[in-house]
């Protein structure tokens, strides 16, 4: 008897083409980028400052 091998609906684009490759550049760099301290208002302030301007 075959054995068969299923994969998730949610992971199969971890078998599409380049993807794995992509993934592993990604937790490089992640272990290499240390996430810091983001003050979210300011970011948000900044943000909503730049699209305000740019939008309208």
């Known amino acids: 008897m075959a054995q ?3 994969i ?3 992971e199969q684009w971890l078998w599409e083409k380049d ?3 992509k993934l592993d550049e ?3 760099w ?3 980028n240390k996430p810091t301290y983001t003050d979210l208002t300011q970011l948000e302030n900044s ?3 730049h699209f305000n ?3 309208k």
């Open 4 to 6: 068969i091998k299923t």
């Open 8 to 10: 998730e609906s949610n």
């Open 19 to 21: 993807n794995a490759t």
């Open 26 to 28: 990604a937790l490089d």
């Open 30 to 32: 992640a272990s290499k």
């Open 47 to 49: 943000l909503s400052s």
């Open 53 to 55: 301007s740019t939008y």
